[in-house]
């Protein structure tokens, strides 16, 4: 805040390198998300060096989001989140490499945007032993496997929005969640006789909801069975939110498959999921996601709805 009008009202500058790049006069600094973003950063300068995140607008933005652009709700959620983040040691995941065979085991893909240039990913669920991989790995390591999925998803999330909307005045819409495809075809009776399972996958959610505001704004479940159903009433009951919408398919692919290529590229989409990507064999894998083509695809998108 620099200063105060004659009727009370807030004068806020938003600076950048030294410049006055905007200024805002406001009854309440909700009011202007460019102040709100402002004021959240001000807040957290004590933990500002913990990770260049917390810097990063469009990440404090998340936050202000879930939080109904509350500044002092977000401060909370925020501080709650880098204390487990710091625990976890979350900023060596951002580059870190999967364990050999993790993501052959796990056939996961972050390697397409939707027609609005955010992430899309998709997932062969039905293929996953989730039984089989916790039984082998623990519990806890398969967590922490994930968050680390999580946490590069989130970062290349961030970038995608920062292309979409940087340089335009922001709004509590200038963040968008990713878009994930399940195929449950062949999940498997066996994992839901595991409570180890259920817990897991339970566990999982809480830690999206909990520490990756806005990581997703739809998930698609394709092939749903009578066995998939079960698991997937536990992950509704936790991740359906007005923010976060779910649609889900039986096994007719001509039910899901305009759904799919109305909202993703079908040149990005492997064939499995109703796209024209060809479906390749395993391949080795270290990484989950590559920003730079990632960042390249949304904009190619760009140019071709410009023309």
Not at 149 to 166: C, D, K, M, S, T
Not at 250 to 276: A, N
Request: glycine share 6%; with cysteine.
């Amino acid at each position: 805040i620099l200063s105060y009008t004659s009727s009370g009202k807030a004068i806020y500058l938003n600076v950048q390198q030294g410049v006055i790049t905007k200024v805002f006069i406001m009854e309440t600094i909700e009011n202007c998300v460019d102040a709100a973003i402002a004021e959240l950063r001000t807040n957290i300068k004590d933990i500002i060096h913990e990770d260049s995140l917390y810097g990063d607008e469009f990440y404090l933005l998340r936050w202000l989001k879930v939080s109904n652009m509350k500044v002092k709700k977000a401060e909370k959620y925020l501080r709650s989140t880098a204390k487990w983040r710091k625990e976890l040691d979350v900023s060596s995941m951002y580059n870190g490499s999967f364990p050999d065979g993790w993501l052959e085991s796990m056939p996961i893909y972050a390697d397409a945007v939707t027609n609005s240039g955010s992430l899309a990913a998709s997932v062969q669920a039905g293929l996953v032993d989730i039984r089989g991989i916790l039984e082998e790995r623990g519990r806890a390591n398969v967590v922490k496997l994930l968050v680390q999925a999580f946490v590069q998803a989130e970062r290349v999330l961030v970038e995608l929005n920062r292309n979409r909307f940087g340089g335009e005045f922001l709004t509590e819409n200038s963040v968008e969640g990713g878009t994930m495809i399940l195929d449950m075809n062949n999940f498997q009776a066996r994992h839901l006789g595991s409570l180890q399972v259920l817990q897991t996958v339970g566990e999982v959610c809480k830690i999206i909801v909990k520490y990756f505001p806005v990581l997703g704004a739809r998930i698609i479940v394709l092939n749903c069975n009578s066995f998939a159903t079960v698991i997937l009433k536990i992950i509704r009951s936790i991740l359906e939110s007005p923010s976060l919408v779910f649609e889900v398919y039986g096994q007719d692919k001509s039910e899901w498959q305009d759904s799919i290529t109305s909202q993703i590229p079908s040149h990005l989409i492997r064939d499995v999921f109703g796209g024209t990507r060809p479906t390749e064999e395993k391949i080795r894998r270290d990484t989950l996601v590559d920003t730079r083509a990632l960042l390249s695809y949304a904009r190619d998108l760009q140019r071709i709805s410009t023309d």
